[in-house]
């Protein structure tokens, strides 16, 4: 299976938090770049946030920055994203990737992702 799953999403007030995760079976895990991205209906696919294969280096939307955490367990195949503070504009469909190219670290949506299924966040006013 190379396609990510994601799970965790659901429906939280205003400020409220959710972790969302991601599980990636890929023998090349460990050394690719894990995102988040999101889609709000009548949207485009938007940028979340992103981690480098070591965890070495995160990069947030502005957006999301300072409320949301991006982390990676690479023993479980697994990309977690802690969301905080949830705003009613953080409502979208939340997707996970993993980027093909090893080590390759790009924020683009058109990079060369697997995507997952998505998973719907919905914060209510």
């Known amino acids: 299976q190379v396609q990510p799953v994601e799970s965790g999403g659901g429906t939280v007030q205003t400020g409220g938090s959710l972790r969302l995760s991601c599980a990636a079976s890929?023998?090349?895990?460990?050394?690719?770049?894990l995102g988040w991205f999101r889609q709000a209906p009548g949207k485009e696919r938007e940028f979340v946030a992103i981690?480098?294969?070591?965890?070495?280096?995160?990069i947030y939307a502005d957006s999301v920055k300072g409320r949301f955490t991006i982390s990676r367990d690479n023993a479980k195949n697994t990309v977690y994203l802690q969301m905080n503070s949830l705003k009613p504009e953080d409502t979208a469909i939340y997707y996970c990737?993993?980027?093909?190219?090893?080590?390759?670290?790009?924020?683009?949506?058109?990079?060369?992702?697997?995507w997952g299924q998505g998973t719907q966040v919905t914060v209510s006013s």
């Open positions: 890929r023998r090349t895990f460990s050394t690719c770049t």
């Open positions: 990737a993993t980027e093909r190219t090893p080590y390759r670290f790009s924020t683009e949506v058109a990079s060369n992702w697997y």
């Open positions: 981690i480098s294969w070591n965890s070495g280096s995160r």
